[in-house]
């Protein structure tokens, strides 16, 4: 009989060395999708904006594009305002955003958070006719699997396991409109 012990370190080390092939540093933008907002989508200071994305689960053939699906553990948006010089500014707008994908992988999971864009006096001092602004949703990755295992009769060492490609960031620009005229008014508290 085999040495259980034995078995079960080849199976994990055959098992790792199928996952190391190729699979660092690769993005892929099949995991996330957003709904909401949509891209160039007119939007007013202060105006709440609903943020819909889809965690896309694993299609009926088992895959995804035959790719081992690396779920992150959470997503960002960040707002990113850049000038006509190329100058960019950003602040991170929502953080944390809940990324579990559906029990078993059988179906998308969709969810939706609310959020509100900054107000007139944020537009007035970046005004939208010379700053163009935009979404980005980056994907948040802290864990690696890393396994221990004997290499050719020496001591233990960590095998670092890529999980799969990651999702890359999603941009999606936006348009606000802003009324420079109204905040001039002394009678109107708005833009």
Known sequence: MYNLKYVLV????????????????????NIVSI???????????????????TIHGTPKNGTHQNERVNYPDSLDMILRWTDKKNKTIEFLALNGLNTDPY???????????????????????????????????????????????????TKNHAVVVPLGPEQSDIVVPISVQFNTTLMDDPHHKGC
């Open 35 to 53: 709904a909401h907002p949509k891209a160039n989508q007119v939007m007013s200071p202060g105006q709440l904006v609903i943020v819909q994305y």
């Open 103 to 153: 029990v078993d992988l059988v179906k998308n999971q969709d969810y939706s958070h609310r959020w509100k864009l900054p107000n007139c006096h944020f537009f007035r001092r970046y005004l939208p006719t010379e700053w163009s602004f935009s979404l980005i949703f980056q994907s948040q990755y802290h864990e690696v699997l890393s396994v221990i295992l004997p290499i050719n009769g």
């Open 10 to 29: 080849g199976i994990v080390f055959a098992t790792c060395s199928l996952l190391v092939d190729g699979a660092e540093n690769v993005t892929t933008n």
